[in-house]
Protein backbone atom coordinates (compact mmCIF):
# COMPACT_ATOMS: atom_id res chain seq x y z
CA UNK A 1 0.00 0.00 0.00
CA UNK A 2 1.23 3.36 -0.98
CA UNK A 3 0.83 6.42 1.11
CA UNK A 4 0.29 9.55 -0.58
CA UNK A 5 1.76 12.53 1.55
CA UNK A 6 -0.16 15.30 1.33
CA UNK A 7 1.56 19.32 1.68
CA UNK A 8 1.00 22.58 0.60
CA UNK A 9 4.49 24.41 -0.71
CA UNK A 10 5.17 27.40 0.49
CA UNK A 11 4.77 30.60 -1.88
CA UNK A 12 7.69 32.65 -2.51
CA UNK A 13 7.62 36.58 -1.88
CA UNK A 14 7.30 38.42 -5.03
CA UNK A 15 8.28 41.37 -2.79
CA UNK A 16 11.55 39.57 -1.09
CA UNK A 17 12.46 39.07 -4.89
CA UNK A 18 12.02 41.96 -5.84
CA UNK A 19 13.38 43.75 -3.24
CA UNK A 20 16.68 41.75 -3.61
CA UNK A 21 17.02 42.38 -7.16
CA UNK A 22 16.58 45.84 -6.50
CA UNK A 23 19.38 45.94 -4.47
CA UNK A 24 21.84 44.32 -6.66
CA UNK A 25 20.67 46.39 -9.51
CA UNK A 26 21.71 49.50 -7.27
CA UNK A 27 25.46 48.36 -6.67
CA UNK A 28 26.32 48.93 -10.61
CA UNK A 29 24.30 51.80 -10.88
CA UNK A 30 26.75 53.45 -7.58
CA UNK A 31 29.92 52.11 -9.20
CA UNK A 32 29.42 53.05 -12.54
CA UNK A 33 28.64 56.61 -11.64
CA UNK A 34 32.27 56.75 -9.21
CA UNK A 35 34.19 55.01 -11.88
CA UNK A 36 33.28 57.28 -14.54
CA UNK A 37 34.23 60.35 -12.52
CA UNK A 38 37.59 58.55 -11.45
CA UNK A 39 38.34 58.50 -14.97
CA UNK A 40 37.25 61.77 -15.25
CA UNK A 41 34.48 60.81 -18.36
CA UNK A 42 31.55 63.05 -15.94
CA UNK A 43 31.86 66.30 -14.07
CA UNK A 44 31.43 66.14 -10.31
CA UNK A 45 27.48 67.06 -10.64
CA UNK A 46 26.75 64.60 -13.20
CA UNK A 47 28.96 61.85 -11.14
CA UNK A 48 27.00 63.09 -8.30
CA UNK A 49 23.47 62.46 -10.07
CA UNK A 50 24.46 59.11 -11.02
CA UNK A 51 25.69 57.92 -7.43
CA UNK A 52 22.87 59.62 -5.67
CA UNK A 53 20.32 57.74 -8.49
CA UNK A 54 22.12 54.43 -7.04
CA UNK A 55 21.42 55.26 -3.72
CA UNK A 56 17.72 56.29 -4.26
CA UNK A 57 17.27 52.44 -5.81
CA UNK A 58 19.06 51.12 -2.67
CA UNK A 59 16.00 52.77 -0.39
CA UNK A 60 13.41 51.64 -2.77
CA UNK A 61 15.06 48.20 -2.03
CA UNK A 62 15.14 48.50 1.39
CA UNK A 63 11.83 49.88 1.67
CA UNK A 64 10.72 46.39 -0.49
CA UNK A 65 12.81 44.59 1.93
CA UNK A 66 10.63 46.04 4.87
CA UNK A 67 7.47 45.20 3.22
CA UNK A 68 8.76 41.82 1.83
CA UNK A 69 9.54 41.02 5.72
CA UNK A 70 6.17 42.06 6.92
CA UNK A 71 4.23 40.14 4.29
CA UNK A 72 6.56 37.08 5.20
CA UNK A 73 5.87 37.44 9.03
CA UNK A 74 2.09 37.37 8.24
CA UNK A 75 1.62 34.90 5.84
CA UNK A 76 4.28 32.72 6.18
CA UNK A 77 5.77 32.84 3.06
CA UNK A 78 9.05 32.17 1.84
CA UNK A 79 11.54 34.86 0.99
CA UNK A 80 13.41 35.68 4.72
CA UNK A 81 16.91 35.54 3.66
CA UNK A 82 16.12 37.17 0.65
CA UNK A 83 14.83 40.29 2.60
CA UNK A 84 17.73 40.59 4.87
CA UNK A 85 20.38 40.00 2.09
CA UNK A 86 18.82 42.85 0.21
CA UNK A 87 18.59 45.29 3.34
CA UNK A 88 22.19 44.79 4.45
CA UNK A 89 23.28 45.59 0.46
CA UNK A 90 20.92 48.63 0.73
CA UNK A 91 22.36 49.59 4.07
CA UNK A 92 25.80 49.19 2.37
CA UNK A 93 25.45 51.97 0.20
CA UNK A 94 22.97 53.83 2.56
CA UNK A 95 24.89 54.62 5.29
CA UNK A 96 27.98 55.85 4.13
CA UNK A 97 26.42 58.36 2.10
CA UNK A 98 24.28 59.82 5.15
CA UNK A 99 26.75 59.67 7.16
CA UNK A 100 29.15 61.69 4.66
CA UNK A 101 26.32 64.22 4.33
CA UNK A 102 26.05 64.60 7.53
CA UNK A 103 29.60 65.36 7.67
CA UNK A 104 29.10 68.08 5.31
CA UNK A 105 26.85 70.03 7.39
CA UNK A 106 29.04 70.23 10.30
CA UNK A 107 32.08 71.45 8.41
CA UNK A 108 33.01 75.11 6.86
CA UNK A 109 33.07 75.31 2.51
CA UNK A 110 34.81 77.77 0.63
CA UNK A 111 35.29 76.60 -2.95
CA UNK A 112 38.46 79.07 -3.36
CA UNK A 113 40.43 80.06 -0.21
CA UNK A 114 43.95 82.07 -1.12
CA UNK A 115 46.35 83.46 1.29
CA UNK A 116 46.45 86.97 -0.43
CA UNK A 117 42.76 88.28 -1.17
CA UNK A 118 43.72 91.53 -2.91
CA UNK A 119 46.30 89.51 -5.49
CA UNK A 120 45.50 86.28 -5.37
CA UNK A 121 48.09 84.06 -6.79
CA UNK A 122 47.27 83.13 -10.59
CA UNK A 123 46.66 80.07 -12.19
CA UNK A 124 48.62 79.89 -15.24
CA UNK A 125 49.29 76.30 -16.89
CA UNK A 126 46.01 75.13 -15.18
CA UNK A 127 44.12 77.55 -16.68
CA UNK A 128 44.57 76.43 -20.63
CA UNK A 129 43.98 72.64 -19.47
CA UNK A 130 40.90 72.53 -17.27
CA UNK A 131 38.19 70.76 -18.69
CA UNK A 132 35.25 73.88 -19.58
CA UNK A 133 33.03 72.07 -17.06
CA UNK A 134 35.10 72.87 -14.13
CA UNK A 135 34.46 75.53 -11.50
CA UNK A 136 36.06 79.18 -12.88
CA UNK A 137 39.56 80.00 -12.19
CA UNK A 138 39.15 83.68 -11.92
CA UNK A 139 39.11 84.38 -8.35
CA UNK A 140 35.09 85.93 -7.32
CA UNK A 141 36.76 89.20 -5.11
CA UNK A 142 35.41 90.95 -2.13
CA UNK A 143 32.35 88.79 -1.45
CA UNK A 144 34.60 85.74 -0.83
CA UNK A 145 36.91 87.37 0.61
CA UNK A 146 35.19 88.55 3.62
CA UNK A 147 33.36 84.91 3.73
CA UNK A 148 36.90 83.92 4.20
CA UNK A 149 37.71 86.27 6.45
CA UNK A 150 34.94 85.06 8.60
CA UNK A 151 35.70 82.26 8.19
CA UNK A 152 39.86 81.52 8.44
CA UNK A 153 41.03 84.97 10.11
CA UNK A 154 44.53 83.50 10.82
CA UNK A 155 45.31 82.50 7.13
CA UNK A 156 48.14 84.54 5.84
CA UNK A 157 50.82 84.73 4.03
CA UNK A 158 54.49 83.33 5.37
CA UNK A 159 57.35 85.55 5.26
CA UNK A 160 61.20 84.06 5.45
CA UNK A 161 64.68 85.66 5.41
CA UNK A 162 65.63 82.59 3.36
CA UNK A 163 66.33 82.84 -1.05
CA UNK A 164 63.45 82.26 -2.70
CA UNK A 165 65.47 79.45 -4.83
CA UNK A 166 65.49 77.47 -1.27
CA UNK A 167 61.89 77.77 -0.30
CA UNK A 168 61.30 77.20 -4.08
CA UNK A 169 62.86 73.25 -3.76
CA UNK A 170 61.58 72.75 -0.27
CA UNK A 171 58.09 73.75 -1.64
CA UNK A 172 58.68 71.04 -4.31
CA UNK A 173 59.90 68.49 -1.81
CA UNK A 174 56.76 69.02 0.05
CA UNK A 175 53.92 68.47 -3.12
CA UNK A 176 55.97 65.77 -3.96
CA UNK A 177 55.59 63.91 -0.17
CA UNK A 178 52.07 64.52 -0.76
CA UNK A 179 51.85 62.91 -3.70
CA UNK A 180 50.00 66.01 -5.70
CA UNK A 181 50.02 66.46 -9.27
CA UNK A 182 52.63 68.92 -9.82
CA UNK A 183 51.32 70.40 -13.18
CA UNK A 184 53.94 73.14 -13.63
CA UNK A 185 56.66 74.40 -11.98
CA UNK A 186 58.23 77.90 -12.42
CA UNK A 187 60.99 78.96 -10.17
CA UNK A 188 61.85 82.43 -9.30
CA UNK A 189 64.37 84.17 -11.34
CA UNK A 190 65.44 87.88 -10.14
CA UNK A 191 62.45 89.69 -9.37
CA UNK A 192 60.26 87.01 -10.86
CA UNK A 193 57.55 85.52 -9.17
CA UNK A 194 58.59 81.63 -8.60
CA UNK A 195 55.18 79.43 -9.26
CA UNK A 196 53.94 75.60 -8.62
CA UNK A 197 50.83 74.27 -9.97
CA UNK A 198 49.27 71.30 -9.07
CA UNK A 199 46.05 68.82 -8.61
CA UNK A 200 45.59 67.36 -5.36
CA UNK A 201 42.77 64.96 -4.12
CA UNK A 202 40.84 65.75 -1.21
CA UNK A 203 38.23 63.82 1.56
CA UNK A 204 35.93 62.56 1.55
CA UNK A 205 34.77 61.78 -2.02
CA UNK A 206 38.49 62.17 -3.96
CA UNK A 207 37.69 65.19 -5.48
CA UNK A 208 39.86 67.47 -7.31
CA UNK A 209 41.31 70.24 -5.96
CA UNK A 210 43.66 72.65 -7.95
CA UNK A 211 46.52 74.86 -6.15
CA UNK A 212 49.25 77.26 -6.68
CA UNK A 213 51.69 78.25 -4.72
CA UNK A 214 53.78 81.64 -5.51
CA UNK A 215 56.97 82.00 -4.16
CA UNK A 216 58.24 86.14 -4.50
CA UNK A 217 61.28 87.67 -3.62
CA UNK A 218 60.71 90.30 -1.05
CA UNK A 219 63.74 92.77 0.36
CA UNK A 220 63.93 91.03 3.74
CA UNK A 221 63.91 87.38 2.01
CA UNK A 222 60.48 85.21 0.54
CA UNK A 223 57.03 85.79 0.64
CA UNK A 224 55.07 82.71 0.27
CA UNK A 225 51.32 82.67 -0.61
CA UNK A 226 48.92 79.93 -1.68
CA UNK A 227 45.19 79.45 -3.42
CA UNK A 228 43.73 75.83 -3.46
CA UNK A 229 40.54 75.52 -5.51
CA UNK A 230 37.62 73.01 -5.90
CA UNK A 231 37.52 72.20 -9.16
CA UNK A 232 33.86 71.12 -8.70
CA UNK A 233 31.11 72.39 -6.95
CA UNK A 234 30.34 74.76 -4.43
CA UNK A 235 31.48 72.55 -1.44
CA UNK A 236 35.00 71.60 -0.23
CA UNK A 237 34.31 70.24 2.98
CA UNK A 238 36.72 72.59 4.43
CA UNK A 239 39.99 70.86 2.64
CA UNK A 240 41.22 74.08 0.98
CA UNK A 241 41.76 75.74 4.04
CA UNK A 242 43.21 72.81 5.64
CA UNK A 243 45.83 71.80 2.81
CA UNK A 244 46.93 75.75 3.51
CA UNK A 245 47.50 75.28 6.83
CA UNK A 246 48.82 71.82 6.80
CA UNK A 247 51.57 72.87 4.14
CA UNK A 248 52.96 76.58 5.42
CA UNK A 249 52.81 74.27 9.04
CA UNK A 250 55.68 71.83 7.27
CA UNK A 251 56.99 74.60 5.75
CA UNK A 252 57.54 76.55 8.99
CA UNK A 253 59.15 73.03 10.32
CA UNK A 254 60.99 72.47 7.09
CA UNK A 255 62.80 76.32 6.87
CA UNK A 256 62.70 76.85 10.46
CA UNK A 257 60.69 79.65 12.36
CA UNK A 258 59.61 82.39 9.75
CA UNK A 259 59.85 85.81 10.34
CA UNK A 260 56.18 86.63 10.09
CA UNK A 261 52.99 84.99 9.62
Known amino acids: MIRRRL ?48 VGVSALALVLALAGFVVIWNEGLKGLWRVIGAAALALVLIMPTATLAAFGMGVRNLPDVTTDTLDPPDFVTLSAVRSRAANSLLYPGEKLAGVQLDLYPGLKPMTFDTPPDEIFRGLLALAKRHKWLIVDAVPPR ?72
Open 7 to 54: YIEERMSRLAVWSLRTAIFAFPVTFIGAVLYATETLDFRSALFTVLAG
Open 190 to 261: GDRDGRVEAVARSLPFGLRDDLVIRVRPIATGTRVDMRSTARSGDADFGSNARRISQLFAELADQQGRPLRR
